[in-house]
């Protein structure tokens, strides 16, 4: 019984967060840190109890009949879990983060409140045992986040906030109408759909193949607008406006994770990567995730500022998921899904950085960083290391995932996806490597354009600080210790093992 | 053609003519004394439609009865609100 | 059982009336409790024992009153007592600023919750007729509340229609019994052919019924009255009124006169119903006022249920039986929303002084929990999981895929944008920081009433198999 209300522990740590945090008044600052960060290490303790139990192959599920033939299952698979660990470090991380970055700011009970939502909606996400808990997960993500992304009530970001709002909407009512088809005329008996079952699509007949192709692509579309495939990413950049921590939980985290973790279910637990390949939806969605790898990159290039160039890095590298998950064999397969968790640890570094220097310096375009090096080392250093990582220098994570890509693709006999692969890294190399090389080379120039928290002991307030060094060293270990049992790259292997051979 | 037939013939007439006044009237109370019209029509099919077919029928008349009591107290609102209406300086021909 | 939920809003009703005026206030929470016990009783009685009927005063059918209580009557009996319950616990304290209405509130509240208790409970034709009349009659008085010149013509456009609608109503229920000389609906539904005097019937009712339900283009009474009225009216008005002449209507579709109605009649209601979705939504997204704006997406959102129709008329019994399930959570899911809706904005109205959208800036930090409620009941609405409202789009839409039909599913998919059109105009304004006018305080019982109908719209989600597996028990009466 307890492996039934697992799942359920799990989503109700963040979600009874949420609801406390909403009913504390806005003083009871103490009360409400103390709780939401005990219910952070709660989440993590947890997830670990899980994933170890998952490893052990435990069963952790928890269902009941929702509609007339449709269940609600919480199931805790190893996919499962992969992204439940990704979103419960980085929510603790996050969190502290944001009480630094919102000291004295009004409105944090809100803020606070929705943040803890966003999390229970990914929690929801992860655990999800079929396509109709997932949907009802996509969508409260998006409820929970459009808050997040207005909180500062500036026109600008109310307007970023009715941008992403038409984007995720639009994109929801895209999935709802593929998922409802899936249901109405494919697998009335719930099985398909159903995650942990397998194998059943390919037994359908062969008249259905030309629906199954278009409704791959109607959730392929649905999806790809959380996962920010061009040209459905035009609400990314935008919502760069909302405040640092809401940008990486955004990105690394919550939402593109979101999208791209649906893509790897619907190839993987739904289509199956077999009938996927037959049916041959993958070629035409690892050439769409090329396209916007590359295009992501370009455009990267072109962007003054730190968080939009780091906004269009985003979107190229959330793609290497997508395009992992088209290269039909086992190693392409852990190349995707580990990439899942690098980009988000990296990436979460990035924004943390960018923060930093935003609120301590008051720095927002890449002209402004020379010489921040010396004043901020620790967060440039970060700031290094995650850029190396995205970049794919070894032995850091983003080397690995791209290695396994690159392998995955030969076995696959896409040989194409090598020249991808060379040409992204190039490009992500132009893009940051000037800046590091404005931080650490060049002179500062005169004054920093705003500069609220002096230097003291550290370059910035500890809360600001410490979640960007450990991130930053999370990147390195996933990278150095990839051996280990239970590393990102020993996870997905596991994961992939256990799809491949059913 | 029975008597009955003969009543509920006259009041779907009475119903088509009230329901033109009822649509056409700009005035507020003369779209109330239609609205009477209609009811009185309506009633006379009720009572007048069942007889034609089945013969003599309580039950019409005991419906009719309520039927009128409901119609009266509806007016009595009608004009109550209508009143105030006024008074407080509405138009009653909007 | 049966008639207690008749005696005691009735009685109550007429203490209300006797009583001296500082006891109207203090009897209505007794009320309520009693009302509520008596319908969970009764829900639970039909649940272990099935349906069941009643004769008043031991006088059978044709010249007494005989009652039918069946899953589907019950749960909307359990609706309407639960939404009457803290609607009532709402206006308790929205009425302390209004010393003259409250006295005329309590005694039309509760003929009102008769009435409606009396439609649901109705098992002949003339019977619904009078609960109709009734309901009218205490809606355009709780209308007309505060006497003021735009209350008091809504009023009067409510009365007209509701009346015009009656009467057409009446004259169909008088050619069924010259037809088939009874009017009792399970005898009825067994008799009724498909000829002309019948579909003359079905389609003088189906006129006075779509006025009164204000389906779209017969709406044009319900924005003013709606949104013209205190907030407790305009949610009960909303919530419960509106629901109980569509009752009558899908009753008279599917069960008394479904061989009289034809598949193309059952696409035009469709039609109407489509229409009301976008001319609702179009009405609602440019409307300056806040109350008006959640009074069109009632227009709006009603048209959801006229798919009803189109999707069970003509089709196999699995879509019919979806369509069907799916209507009736639409109904209860719409009902708690849209009362937390319009009781969260009543608070809002209430603290800035008037209902302009354009000044909601800075309530959100005054008043969060308000937001909060009008934010979830906008989720159901919108139908975006988890809610009840998405269950039910979830159902219309599987009921449509099953029938081929898709220019609804169409429909049904596509109106949830529209809803967050202009659903989200609310959160924008009420996420800038400026405050354009001083905020008053209100009393957190306003805020936390209007939360809870919210936190039971969103919880329907996880609880939709309930009401559906009670609806399930029907006897002769509904489909």
């Given amino acids: 019984m307890t492996n039934a209300l697992m799942p359920i522990y799990v989503l109700a740590t963040s979600l009874i967060a949420a609801l406390v945090i909403f009913t504390l008044p806005e003083r009871f600052h103490k009360v409400r840190t103390t709780f939401n960060l005990s219910a952070a290490v709660l989440k993590i303790v947890l997830v670990g109890v899980m994933a170890v139990g998952i490893a052990n192959q435990l069963d952790y599920e928890f269902r009941y009949e929702l509609l007339p033939g449709i269940d609600f299952i919480l199931r805790a698979d190893a996919l499962s879990m992969l992204f439940a660990a990704l979103s419960s470090v980085l929510w603790l991380c996050t969190t502290l983060y944001a009480i630094g970055y919102l000291e004295d700011a009004p409105n944090r009970s809100r803020f606070f409140g929705f943040f803890s939502l966003c999390v229970a909606s990914t929690m929801g996400i992860s655990l999800a045992g079929n396509l109709f808990t997932f949907l009802i997960f996509f969508e409260l993500l998006t409820l929970s986040t459009y808050p997040l992304v207005v909180h500062r009530g500036t026109e600008k970001s109310l307007t970023a906030g009715r941008t992403y709002l038409r984007y995720t909407l639009g994109g929801g009512a895209i999935l709802l109408i593929g998922v409802a088809l899936m249901y109405g005329l494919v697998d009335q008996t719930g099985t398909i759909t159903d995650f942990a079952q397998t194998g059943s699509m390919a037994e359908l007949p062969a008249e259905q193949h030309v629906l199954l192709f278009v409704l791959f692509f109607v959730l392929i579309i649905g999806l790809g607008v959380k996962a920010a495939l061009v040209p459905l990413h035009g609400w990314l950049p935008i919502a760069m406006v909302a405040p640092a921590p809401v940008s990486a939980l955004l990105h690394a985290v919550a939402v593109v994770k979101a999208g791209a973790f649906g893509i790897v279910r619907v190839i993987y637990d739904i289509y199956e990567i077999e009938f996927a390949w037959q049916l041959g939806v993958l070629l035409p969605l690892a050439i769409w995730a090329s396209i916007t790898i590359i295009w992501g990159s370009l455009m990267a290039l072109r962007q003054h500022e730190v968080k939009k160039r780091l906004a269009y890095s985003t979107v190229s590298q959330v793609s290497y998921i997508a395009l992992g998950a088209c290269l039909f064999g086992p190693i392409g397969t852990i190349g995707g899904i580990v990439h899942l968790l690098h980009q988000g640890i990296m990436k979460v570094t990035l924004f943390f950085c960018a923060g930093n220097y935003a609120e301590t310096l008051g720095i927002h375009k890449i002209s402004e960083l020379d010489g921040a090096g010396r004043r901020m080392p620790l967060t440039s250093i970060a700031f290094t290391l995650g850029a190396f990582g995205m970049i794919g220098v070894p032995p850091l994570a983003g080397f690995i995932s791209k290695w396994y890509l690159g392998i995955g693709a030969l076995d696959a006999g896409m040989g194409w996806v090598i020249g991808v692969l060379i040409a992204s890294s190039m490009l992500n190399a132009a893009y940051f490597l000037p800046i590091l090389y404005r931080l650490w080379f060049k002179p500062v120039q005169g004054p920093w354009p705003d500069e609220h928290i002096l230097a003291g002991r550290f370059e910035t307030i500890g809360l600001l600080l410490w979640p960007t060094v450990a991130t930053a060293v999370f990147s390195v270990a996933a990278g150095l210790f990839a051996a280990h049992m239970f590393s990102p790259l020993s996870w997905a292997s596991l994961i992939t093992y256990r799809e491949y051979l059913p | ?94 | 059982m049966i008639p207690i939920l008749l005696i005691i809003p009735l009685a109550f009703a007429i203490l209300s009336l006797l009583l001296p005026r500082k006891w109207t206030r203090t009897i209505v929470i007794p009320g309520l409790i009693l009302q509520l016990g008596a319908a969970l009783i009764l829900c639970l009685t039909i649940y272990t024992e099935g349906p069941q009927d009643y004769a008043l005063g031991d006088w059978q059918a044709p010249l007494g009153i005989s009652l039918l209580a069946d899953g589907f009557t019950v749960t909307l009996l359990a609706l309407t007592a639960l939404i009457a319950a803290l609607c009532a616990i709402y206006a308790l304290f929205f009425l302390e600023r209004y010393n003259r209405e409250q006295f005329y509130f309590w005694p039309l509240f509760w003929f009102l919750l008769a009435s409606l208790n009396g439609i649901w409970l109705a098992a002949d034709l003339f019977n619904l007729y009078v609960g109709l009349e009734l309901l009218g009659l205490s809606a355009v008085g709780m209308v007309a509340l505060t006497s003021e010149r735009p209350a008091l013509k809504a009023a009067l456009d409510y009365l007209y229609a509701a009346l015009f609608g009656s009467l057409a109503y009446l004259a169909g229920v008088a050619l069924i019994y010259g037809a088939y000389g009874t009017l009792a609906i399970p005898q009825l539904s067994e008799m009724v052919a498909g000829n002309i005097t019948t579909q003359v019937a079905v389609a003088l009712m189906s006129v006075g019924l779509l006025l009164k339900t204000a389906i779209f283009p017969l709406h044009f009474w319900l924005p003013p009255a709606h949104g013209g009225a205190l907030a407790p009216v305009s949610a009960l008005l909303s919530a419960l009124v509106v629901k109980a002449s569509f009752y009558i209507l899908a009753l008279i579709w599917l069960d008394v006169g479904a061989l009289a109605v034809t598949v193309s009649a059952a696409q035009l209601m469709g039609a109407l119903g489509a229409g009301a979705i976008l001319w609702g939504s179009w009405n609602a997204f440019k409307t300056p006022q806040v109350k008006m704006l959640v009074a069109y997406s009632t227009v709006a959102q009603l048209g959801y249920l006229m798919m009803l129709f189109p999707l069970a008329i003509g089709v196999s019994e699995a879509a019919a039986t979806m369509a069907w399930q799916g209507t009736i959570l639409h109904l209860l899911a719409h009902a708690f929303a849209k009362a937390a809706m319009f009781l969260s904005v009543g608070t809002l109205v209430l603290a800035i002084g008037h209902g302009r959208i354009a000044d909601l800036g800075g309530v959100s930090q005054h008043m969060p929990m308000a937001l909060f409620a009008f934010g979830l009941s906008a989720v159901s609405l919108m139908g975006l999981p988890p809610s009840g409202g998405f269950n039910a789009k979830w159902l219309l839409l599987q009921s449509a895929i099953q029938s081929g039909q898709w220019h609804w599913f169409v429909v049904i998919a596509g109106g949830g944008l529209l809803t967050a059109a202009y659903v989200f105009r609310i959160f924008r304004v009420s996420f800038t920081e400026t405050v354009r006018h001083e905020i008053q305080a209100t009393h957190p019982m306003l805020q936390l009433s209007a939360l809870l109908l919210a936190f039971i719209a969103i919880g329907l989600g996880f609880a939709s198999e309930w009401p559906l597996r009670l609806m399930d028990l029907t006897g002769g009466g509904t489909p």
């Fill in chain 2, 1 to 94: 053609m029975g008597v009955d037939l003969w009543y509920a013939l006259v009041g779907a007439v009475i119903i088509a003519l009230s329901v033109f006044a009822f649509i056409s009237a700009r005035h507020l109370m003369k779209k109330l004394l239609a609205f009477n019209m209609m009811g009185s029509g309506v009633f006379l099919i009720m009572v007048g439609l069942p007889q034609h077919q089945h013969g003599v029928d309580a039950v019409p008349q005991a419906l009719v009865l309520t039927g009128i009591v409901v119609a009266v107290s509806a007016t009595a609102l009608a004009l109550v609100i209508l009143r105030r209406y006024v008074r407080s300086g509405g138009d009653p021909a909007p």
